[in-house]
């Protein structure tokens, strides 16, 4: 990932569905070329962020795509972050059209603010003004 930001990296996840960024009020998530997230395949993650973020401190999801990958729509109905009650949002990054319009199908699924962004620098601006509140 390159650096685009002054926060302080807490730890670096290298998982079976990519890699992960944990930071105090996000996590940045580079998904492997080809992944197809399913829920099952988020059960390394789940303790990690629980670890990082327990039950008080307000964090965003950041899907940094910049490889292309598929995601289960309606898997966000029962994702397991929308249960923590301060995961604020979902930002997702995408840079080509394709791209940004399965997010606009993801949207209808999430039942936490998902907003799309072309750069990944936007992403964590919305986190820290927006988002964490």
Same mark, same amino acid.
């Given at each position: !990932?390159?650096?685009?930001?002054? $926060?302080?990296?807490?730890?670096? /996840?290298?998982?079976?569905?990519?890699?992960? /960024?944990?930071? &105090?009020?996000?996590?940045?998530?580079?998904?492997?070329?080809?992944?197809?997230?399913? %829920?099952?395949?988020?059960? &390394?993650?789940?303790?990690?962020?629980?670890?990082?973020?327990?039950? $008080?401190? @307000?964090? *965003? /999801?950041?899907?940094?795509?910049?490889?292309?990958?598929?995601?289960? @729509? *309606?898997?966000?109905?029962?994702?397991?972050?929308?249960? !923590?009650?301060?995961?604020?949002?979902?930002?997702?990054?995408?840079?080509?059209?394709?791209?940004? !319009?399965?997010?606009?199908?993801?949207?209808?699924?999430?039942?936490?603010?998902?907003?799309?962004?072309? &750069? %990944?620098?936007?992403?964590?601006?919305? *986190?820290?003004?927006?988002?964490?509140?």
């Amino acid at each position: !990932m390159k650096i685009i930001s002054n $926060d302080t990296l807490i730890k670096k /996840y290298d998982l079976n569905l990519g890699t992960y /960024y944990f930071y &105090d009020q996000y996590i940045i998530a580079e998904i492997k070329e080809g992944e197809v997230i399913t %829920l099952g395949k988020l059960h &390394d993650l789940i303790p990690i962020v629980q670890k990082h973020y327990g039950n $008080d401190q @307000p964090f *965003t /999801y950041i899907s940094d795509r910049i490889n292309s990958h598929s995601i289960i @729509p *309606t898997d966000y109905l029962d994702c397991p972050l929308i249960y !923590m009650d301060n995961f604020k949002g979902y930002g997702v990054v995408t840079y080509n059209s394709i791209s940004t !319009m399965s997010t606009e199908i993801e949207k209808h699924f999430a039942k936490r603010p998902f907003y799309n962004f072309q &750069d %990944l620098k936007d992403a964590i601006e919305w *986190t820290k003004k927006e988002a964490i509140k």
